[in-house]
């Protein structure tokens, strides 16, 4: 069965550094999402993205987060400069135009600022 | 998005059906019920979604009331890997908004 992948699955970073989290959606997906969840907390919506161009964000994506699909397979988030705050897993999804109403996640990337 | 209700935990012995409810008293017309679970460790995982009638797949079913105010997910085996929390999410399907904002679910506990 297709899988989304992510890469790392764990990365440590000093504060104030960047960081780029790398997603391989499902080939014939066309929505691309990012959700983090803190450790402990609920699962939150990042942002959205069809079409080469972002469909919604959440309060959380601010201009601190980018997010780019740089070829025809990969998905990625940027956080320029991180904060402590912004440890947590995040998690990255995809779904079909015509089935929508499932999301595929990938198994996450452990963000650790220290 | 309108606001689920659901308990924050259950159990249920192994091989015996799991009802798991949630309410959604204020749902829209347009809303639909969606169902998700994170297992230990991992991302979260579609489980089934509807609209207004009780829809079953390979992994469970959903019933939902007549008034759409409230809906359960039925597992009818519960196995050990069914230990995981359910997240009852409501989204209005109709407008391409397909983001979905998690409560705090209900985590089940699956007792061998």
């Known amino acids: 069965e297709p899988e989304v992948t992510q890469t790392p699955s764990h990365q440590v970073t000093q504060m104030g550094q960047e960081v780029i989290l790398r997603c391989v959606p499902i080939s014939n997906h066309l929505y691309f999402y990012w959700y983090r969840q803190i450790l402990g907390q609920k699962v939150e919506f990042l942002v959205s993205f069809y079409n080469n161009e972002i469909s919604e964000k959440s309060e959380i994506f601010d201009d601190q987060f980018s997010v780019e699909r740089p070829d025809g397979s990969n998905f990625t988030l940027k956080i320029r400069s991180t904060k402590l705050e912004d440890s947590a897993m995040y998690f990255c999804?995809?779904?079909?135009?015509?089935?929508?109403?499932?999301?595929?996640f990938g198994p996450g990337t452990r963000l650790t600022v220290t | 998005d309108a606001k689920t209700t659901q308990p924050n935990s259950m159990e249920s012995n192994e091989e015996e059906p799991v009802h798991l409810p949630c309410n959604h008293s204020?749902?829209?017309?347009?809303?639909?019920i969606h169902w998700y679970r994170q297992l230990p460790s991992q991302g979260p995982e579609y489980v089934i979604h509807?609209?207004?009638s009780n829809v079953n797949n390979r992994m469970a079913s959903l019933a939902i009331a007549e008034d759409r105010k409230s809906s359960t997910l039925i597992l009818h085996r519960a196995t050990l890997r069914d230990a995981a929390v359910y997240y009852c999410i409501l989204r209005d399907d109709q407008t391409g908004a397909n983001n979905l904002f998690f409560g705090t679910g209900t985590r089940l506990t699956v007792i061998p």
């Open positions: 509807g609209l207004t």
């Open positions: 999804a995809s779904s079909d135009p015509y089935r929508s109403y499932e999301q595929y």
């Open positions: 204020t749902i829209s017309g347009t809303d639909y």
